[in-house]
T-cell receptor, first 112, second 115 residues
Framework: GENVEQHPSTLSVQEGDSAVIKCTYS??????FPWYKQELGKGPQLIID?????GEKKDQRIAVTLNKTAKHFSLHITETQPEDSAVYFC???????????FGDGTTLTVKP | DAGVTQSPTHLIKTRGQHVTLRCSPI?????VSWYQQVLGQGPQFIFQ???????GRGNFPDRFSARQFPNYSSELNVNALLLGDSALYLC??????????????FGPGTRLTVL
């Protein structure tokens, strides 16, 4: 099965700074690389995803970069805001849409 | 459009009891997956159903079972509850099941507490 590791496990930044979270995976067959945001009392919500045929994708303040050779992908959040405070999960996959292996999460705290 | 809905939102049971959790996917979605999320960890895959057939099973004991109905809603059943079954149970729906993995939409979860 897929082994997934996320780093760091906690991250604290000042409002306006950037945050980067890295996810490493083991299955070279993975071809779908999403990032989810989970707020307290809610289910995970997809915030950005990338497929293996591209190296980077941007959506306003968030971006995902992929290094398939090294088997890792990263979430980049610029100009962080207090509402970005949440737990972020990576869940690389590919063989089937609904069978994802999640990392253990990164708790991001943005201090005003 | 309504998102993924789950019921109940909270549930308290005692050891040895049985529990049934329910999920309604987004309209048009035919695939439903169940995940268990223990506090402080990422969701762990339990089952996936597509077109009423089991398409995948995670590393969970036979006490866990599920089914999908003709309207694509789904139930997760857990028998002989243990303290360690206390967790947030998440349901996710997706449009298809194929080798081009796609977006999953998660419900708010059912918080199960086993005493």
């Amino acid at each position: 099965g897929e082994n997934v590791e996320q780093h760091p496990s906690t991250l604290s930044v000042q409002e306006g700074d950037s945050a980067v979270i890295k996810c490493t995976y083991s299955d070279s067959a993975s071809n779908y690389f999403p990032w989810y945001k989970q707020e307290l009392g809610k289910g995970p919500q997809l915030i950005i995803d990338i497929r293996s045929n591209v190296g980077e994708k941007k959506d306003q303040r968030i971006a995902v970069t992929l290094n398939k050779t090294a088997k890792h992908f990263s979430l980049h959040i610029t100009e962080t805001q207090p509402e970005d405070s949440a737990v972020y999960f990576c869940a690389p996959g590919g063989s089937h849409a609904g069978k994802s292996t999640f990392g253990d999460g990164t708790t991001l705290t943005v201090k005003p | 459009d309504a998102g993924v809905t789950q019921s109940p939102t909270h549930l308290i049971k005692t050891r040895g009891q049985h529990v049934t959790l329910r999920c309604s996917p987004i309209s048009g979605h035919k695939s439903v997956s169940w995940y268990q999320q223990v506090l402080g960890q990422g969701p762990q895959f339990i089952f996936q159903y597509y077109e009423k057939e089991e398409r995948g099973r995670g590393n969970f004991p036979d006490r866990f079972s599920a089914r999908q109905f003709p309207n694509y809603s789904s139930e997760l059943n857990v028998n002989a509850l243990l303290l360690g079954d206390s967790a947030l149970y998440l349901c996710a729906s997706s449009l298809v099941v194929d080798r081009s993995a796609g977006e999953q939409f998660f419900g708010p979860g059912t918080r199960l507490t086993v005493l």
